[in-house]
């Protein structure tokens, strides 16, 4: 029998080579590979981001995403200060424009106090002193939030990973997968090799891993375009903390926002637009598999039903820039149609339940020789390290249990 691992990670987003790092460090003597497709890490979502470092004060107290985004932002400025990684907690800001979203935005201040997040509340004059760019009629004011590039954190875990003697096979798509009672039998584009455990973080292809093992599962990954502009260099002064919308409450996503990025400019975005192309970054990208894949699924059909109206709209200010500047006109009137100039898109896996229920948290499967990240939305890049030492913990468990 061929060499055999004891654990494979399989996916180098941010996700998958925290956990790779976390689980080396709890087993130094174990042999341990990191798969990726992709001739480097981060290539997809990690890499596709706003670089925000989240403080949580969106998420349901007692979630996984409440637990691990707390966690996540004291671990990842730690991890950024411990290895010169620049970062910033500019703070953000949370811009109330007329009474329903103020209402809406007292309703997140007291989510954020049971989730333990300190954040002040500033009527339309304090707001006016510190960003006189911004309009609105209150806000609420989170100064822990802070941004980073997750593709140099990436970058640096890998190279930690790799300098405890962990492996990499990169180029290489797993394939096939082949569970029986003493290993997992893993086929790539490249070669084939076996683990006795199999931790699977594939991002947009969470789903696809997940069959490749017969594992029952009852969602699918839709995939959401986030487009982005980035305002002119001169613009780069316009805001000094990010300024986001008060968030409907039925939607998913946080609204166009602001976001100062590490190197100084500012995007305006993302939005959310269905996408027919699940790792298809450009506008007119199209894969007639992964369109029928979701138009042939039921949970597909009862998102839309429920969601037709804000679909039509996104999709509406996707075609029409006019549309999308009116979003952030709405509290930063300054921006002009001009000074929205051309950013790369991101893709959101989304995890799709049968029911049309959009799954808000993190989400796991397993089988006896593997766990798999299903469903890890915004802010896993905030939360990789807590997630990295969850799926470390679980997998040691289920390893030691294995006869
Ligand atoms: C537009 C947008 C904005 C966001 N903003 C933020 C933010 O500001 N802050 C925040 O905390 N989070 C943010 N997020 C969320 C965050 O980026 C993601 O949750 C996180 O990056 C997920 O990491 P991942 O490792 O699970 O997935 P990914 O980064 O997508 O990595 C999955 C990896 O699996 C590999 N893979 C898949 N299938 C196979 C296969 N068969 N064989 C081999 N390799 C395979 C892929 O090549 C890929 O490298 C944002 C996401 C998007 C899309």
């Not at 890490?41 to 107290?61: E, R």
């Not at 954020?112 to 004059?125: G, H, P, W, Y």
């Not at 499967?365 to 896993?380: D, F, G, L, M, T």
Request: aromatic share 8%; hydrophobic share 35%.
């Amino acid at each position: 029998m061929k060499e055999i691992y004891d654990y494979v990670v399989l996916g180098g987003g941010i996700v998958g080579v925290s956990t790779a790092l976390s689980l080396i460090d709890k087993h130094p003597d174990k042999k341990i590979l990191l798969i990726d497709k992709e001739s480097s890490f981060a290539k997809h979502q990690t890499g596709h981001n706003s670089g925000v470092i989240h403080s949580g004060v969106y998420y349901q107290p007692g979630s996984l995403k409440a637990q691990f985004c707390r966690e996540g932002l004291k671990e990842t400025i730690n991890f950024c200060s411990i290895n010169n990684i620049p970062y910033e907690q500019c703070g953000k800001l949370l811009v109330a424009t007329n009474q329903v979203e103020l209402k809406r935005m007292h309703e997140l201040h007291e989510r954020s106090k049971s989730n333990e997040i300190s954040v002040e509340v500033l009527d339309q004059k304090q707001l006016n002193e510190i960003e006189p760019n911004i309009m609105g009629i209150s806000a609420l004011f989170v100064k822990s939030t802070g941004i980073v590039d997750y593709k140099l954190i990436t970058k640096k875990m890998s190279e930690e990973f790799e300098s405890k003697g962990g492996e990499f096979l990169l180029n290489s798509e797993v394939v096939s997968l082949e569970e029986d009672k003493e290993k997992i039998k893993i086929i790539t584009s490249s070669e084939s090799l076996n683990t006795k455990y199999l931790i699977c973080c594939a991002g947009l292809m969470a789903d696809r891993v997940a069959r490749l093992l017969n594992i029952k599962i009852n969602f699918q990954i839709i995939p959401f375009r986030g487009e982005y502009f980035r305002l002119p260099i001169k613009h780069n002064s316009l805001i000094k903390h990010l300024v986001y919308p008060i968030p409907d409450p039925d939607l998913p996503f946080l609204g166009v926002h602001l976001t100062k990025m590490i190197d100084g400019t500012i995007t305006v975005g993302p939005n959310a637009v269905l996408g027919f192309k699940r790792e298809g970054y450009n506008k007119l990208n199209f894969s007639l598999r992964d369109t029928i894949e979701f138009l042939s699924f039921k949970g597909f059909h009862r998102v839309i039903k429920k969601n037709l109206k804000s679909g039509i709209y996104e999709m509406k200010n996707s075609i029409f820039k006019q549309g999308y500047l009116k979003e952030v006109q709405k509290y930063s009137p300054n921006i002009k149609i001009n000074d929205l100039e051309p950013y790369p898109a991101g893709i959101r896996a989304q995890a799709v339940l049968e029911d049309g229920t959009l799954v808000h948290d993190f989400l796991f499967a397993e089988s006896k020789r593997s766990i798999h990240v299903c469903n890890a939305p915004s802010p896993a890049a905030t939360s990789a390290i807590p997630i990295g030492k969850y799926i470390t913990k679980k997998a040691t468990e289920a390893y030691n249990n294995l006869t």
